[in-house]
T-cell receptor
Framework: SQQGEEDPQALSIQEGENATMNCSYK?????LQWYRQNSGRGLVHLIL?????REKHSGRLRVTLDTSKKSSSLLITASRAADTASYFC??????????FGAGTTVTVRA | SQTIHQWPATLVQPVGSPLSLECTVE??????LYWYRQAAGRGLQLLFY??????ISSEVPQNLSASRPQDRQFILSSKKLLLSDSGFYLC??????????FGQGTRLTVV
């Protein structure tokens, strides 16, 4: 079974709007990561947040982590057409097992 | 710089035929290596991961096996493919608990 589950499954927004997606996980983690996948391609790493961090920024991306609720959120501000992709959260544990959620498909309309 | 090579990009195989997908990493040593499968429009299912030569952890007992004959080489195999083995296979590597780098994937269609 997958460790992380993203919500919503799909999101459609207008260019310039913000996109928010959430990830919930089940067990203790070392860190949580977010990845992007364009159709038919490999995944690209976006941002990593460690278990002792609560918030992290990278450009237009903002990630929060709440270990008490076992959840994380990814916010993409001022979305662009190029942000159209699937986004996945991933968690790893002390044994280096890296597990991914089911993903959120984001469509940015021009 | 580190790179990861995964081939072939596309593969069409008949049911019952064998499979061998290869993944190699360059520019690093002692990577953790991973094989994932992704069904159309779905998430990534972890199949196998390895933290060292000859060390393979299997997540989903299936019609597949993995081997790591060299430090930077990870092979996914099957003796007899099933229709249900169709999917997008992705190889990835990490160094410890850090970001993962993915290959471009292999689209496998079993017919």
């Amino acid at each position: 079974s997958q460790q992380g589950e993203e919500d919503p499954q799909a999101l459609s927004i207008q260019e310039g709007e913000n996109a928010t997606m959430n990830c919930s996980y089940k067990t203790s983690i070392n860190n949580l990561q977010w990845y992007r996948q364009n159709s038919g391609r490999g995944l690209v790493h976006l941002i990593l947040i460690r278990s002792n961090e609560r918030e992290k920024h990278s450009g237009r991306l903002r990630v929060t982590l709440d270990t008490s609720k076992k959840s994380s959120s990814l916010l993409i501000t001022a979305s662009r057409a190029a942000d159209t992709a699937s986004y996945f959260c991933a968690t790893d544990a002390s044994d280096y097992k890296l597990s991914f959620g089911a993903g959120t498909t984001v469509t940015v309309r021009a | 710089s580190q790179t990861i090579h995964q081939w072939p990009a596309t593969l069409v195989q008949p049911v019952g035929s064998p499979l061998s997908l290869e993944c190699t990493v360059e520019g690093t040593s002692n990577p953790n290596l991973y094989w994932y499968r992704q069904a159309a429009g779905r998430g990534l299912q972890l199949l196998f991961y390895s933290v060292g030569i000859g060390q393979i952890s299997s997540e989903v007992p299936q019609n597949l096996s993995a081997s790591r004959p060299q430090d930077r080489q990870f092979i996914l195999s099957s003796k007899k493919l099933l229709l249900s083995d169709s999917g997008f296979y992705l190889c990835a590597w990490t160094r410890g608990n850090t970001e993962a780098f993915f290959g471009q994937g292999t689209r496998l269609t079993v017919v």
